[in-house]
C-alpha cells in the first residue's frame, strides 16, 4: 500500500517537511493502518480503496466531528482525509492508550449515557455511512420501528437470503418479530449513538479517559448501543451500573438487546458467513 507517491500525498496532507516514519499496525479486515511518527508529533493513517469502500472515510469524518461536537466524550481529531488514484487516506490525533481503570468504566458509562442524551424526534440520519464494510442507510424515518424494520433489518436480510445464508423460510419468520416490535420498543425519542459499540471501537487514553473511534453514527434507539457491548463478551459491571445511574434503563431492556443484536448478526453474517447463523435462529426463533 504504501507506494513513495502514497507517502508523498500523505506528507502533503499533514504539511509536514520532515520524513516521516511509518509504522505497520494490526486490525481490521477493511483498512491499511499505520503509525506515522514524525518530529515531536505522531498520528493515525488509515488507507483503504475509494472503489471498494466510495466515500467511506468522508462519512466516518462527519460521524467523528457529530460526536465530538456534542464535548461529552473524547473523539480523535480528524487531521485530514484525502484521495490519489483509487486510495482514499483518514489522517487522526493518535491516542496514546493507558489502564482501564473502575474510573474509566465509570466515566464511560455516565459518558455514554450524556451522549445519548443528544436526542432529536427523528431516527436517522441526513448522509449515510458504513457498518463494517457494508453500507448503511440512514434515510430518516419518524419512528424507531419503522425505521429499524425498512433500514437495519430488512435490507440485511434480503442479502443474506440473496447471498444464500438465509433460507426464505427464516427469513420471513422476521415478520412475526416486526409485529411486535411496537411493544417491546415503546416511543422514546432517537439518541445520538455511536452504532457500532463492540470492544474494539473504544479505547482509554493515558488519563483514563474513554475515547470513541471508528463509528456508524446515526440517530436510532439508545438500546442498539448497549445491545452492542455485549456482543462479543461484554463490558465491566461498572460500566453499565453508571450508565443506569445517569440514564434509566427500561425493564424489558435485556429483551430489547436481544432484538437490536439481530442487526450486527446480520451485518456479520453477511460479512463473515455462516458462523453467526446459529445467534439469529435462536433469537428469532423466541418471537
Not at 456534542?70 to 487516506?89: E, F, K, L, Y
Not at 461498572?238 to 446480520?266: D, G, I, K, R, T
Amino acid at each position: 500500500m504504501l507506494t513513495a507517491s502514497l507517502q508523498s500525498f500523505i506528507k502533503q496532507l499533514l504539511n509536514e517537511g520532515a520524513d516521516l516514519h511509518f509504522t505497520p499496525l494490526g486490525g481490521g479486515s477493511i483498512n491499511h493502518t499505520y503509525r506515522i511518527n514524525s518530529p515531536g508529533k505522531k498520528f493515525l493513517c488509515k488507507i483503504n480503496k475509494f472503489s471498494s469502500f466510495p466515500g467511506m472515510f468522508e462519512a466516518e469524518q462527519a460521524g467523528l466531528e457529530l460526536l465530538a461536537s456534542q464535548q461529552v466524550i473524547r473523539i480523535p481529531q480528524v487531521i485530514a482525509t484525502g484521495r490519489t488514484g483509487d486510495n482514499q487516506v483518514l489522517l487522526l490525533e493518535w491516542i496514546e492508550q493507558g489502564l482501564r481503570t473502575e474510573a474509566f468504566w465509570t466515566a464511560f458509562g455516565e459518558q455514554l449515557a450524556a451522549l445519548h442524551h443528544v436526542q432529536q424526534k427523528q431516527f436517522g440520519l441526513p448522509t449515510d455511512n458504513y457498518m463494517g464494510a457494508l453500507p448503511q442507510c440512514n434515510e430518516p424515518a419518524a419512528s424507531w420501528v419503522d425505521f429499524f424494520i425498512q433500514k437495519r433489518l430488512q435490507p440485511q436480510v434480503k442479502l443474506a437470503v440473496d447471498h444464500h445464508l438465509l433460507e426464505p423460510a427464516l427469513a420471513s419468520r422476521f415478520e412475526k418479530l416486526y409485529q411486535q416490535l411496537p411493544a417491546i420498543f415503546p416511543a422514546e425519542p432517537a439518541s445520538l449513538l455511536h452504532g457500532d459499540l463492540w470492544s474494539g471501537n473504544f479505547l482509554c487514553d493515558e488519563q483514563q479517559r474513554p475515547v470513541l473511534i471508528d463509528p456508524a453514527v446515526y440517530y436510532g434507539h439508545r438500546s442498539m448501543d448497549l445491545a452492542m457491548t455485549t456482543l462479543f463478551g461484554g463490558f465491566d459491571r461498572l460500566f453499565y451500573e453508571s450508565y443506569q445511574y445517569h440514564f434509566s434503563l427500561p425493564a424489558n431492556y435485556l429483551q430489547q438487546w436481544e432484538v437490536c443484536n439481530l442487526y450486527p448478526l446480520l451485518i456479520h453474517l453477511n460479512l463473515f458467513g455462516k458462523s453467526y447463523l446459529a445467534d439469529i435462529v435462536n433469537t428469532i426463533r423466541r418471537y
